[in-house]
């Protein structure tokens, strides 16, 4: 892991299951997301960490999923509704400004979902 930001204040890196952590979801401001339940765990435990997420979450929370967190959610059976937990935060222009032309960073770009706890 990169030590300059492990470093940086007011951020903390933590190793563990996310579902043993109410205490720091509860609390952050922004919680960024690597496709990391996808690749590890099978639907239905995926399923109880976007629940657990989504009971302690606070209202305000920033959410950065990568690919976008509907599409991952979509083929899981959840109580609630990702458009009803989530509120997109569009960064359209943003990305493209970043890109500055450059079609692979773009796409890049794009596949990154923002969001906003309701």
Same mark, same amino acid.
């Given at each position: 892991?990169?030590?300059?930001?492990? $470093? +940086?204040?007011? #951020?903390?890196? #933590? /190793?563990?299951?996310?579902?043993?952590?109410? @205490? =720091?979801?509860?609390?952050?401001?922004?919680?960024?997301?690597?496709?990391? !339940?996808?690749? *590890?765990?099978?639907?239905?435990?995926?399923?109880?960490? !976007?629940?657990?997420? /989504? &009971?302690?979450?606070? &209202?305000?929370? =920033?959410?950065?999923?990568?690919? @976008?967190?509907?599409?991952? %959610?979509? /083929? +899981? &059976? %959840?109580? *609630?509704?990702?458009?009803?937990? =989530?509120?997109?935060?569009?960064?359209?222009?943003?990305?493209?400004?970043?890109?500055?032309?450059?079609? @692979? #960073?773009? $796409?890049?770009?794009?596949? +990154?979902? *923002?969001?906003?706890?309701?």
């Amino acid at each position: 892991m990169n030590e300059e930001f492990v $470093s +940086l204040q007011n #951020v903390e890196v #933590v /190793h563990a299951d996310v579902r043993n952590r109410a @205490d =720091l979801v509860s609390q952050a401001d922004m919680i960024v997301m690597n496709n990391v !339940f996808s690749f *590890f765990m099978d639907r239905e435990e995926q399923a109880e960490c !976007f629940e657990f997420i /989504h &009971k302690h979450a606070k &209202k305000g929370c =920033l959410i950065v999923h990568n690919p @976008d967190i509907r599409t991952v %959610l979509a /083929h +899981l &059976k %959840l109580t *609630f509704q990702t458009q009803e937990w =989530l509120e997109v935060i569009s960064t359209n222009e943003e990305c493209e400004m970043f890109a500055n032309g450059d079609q @692979d #960073v773009l $796409s890049d770009c794009e596949m +990154l979902g *923002f969001y906003s706890v309701r």
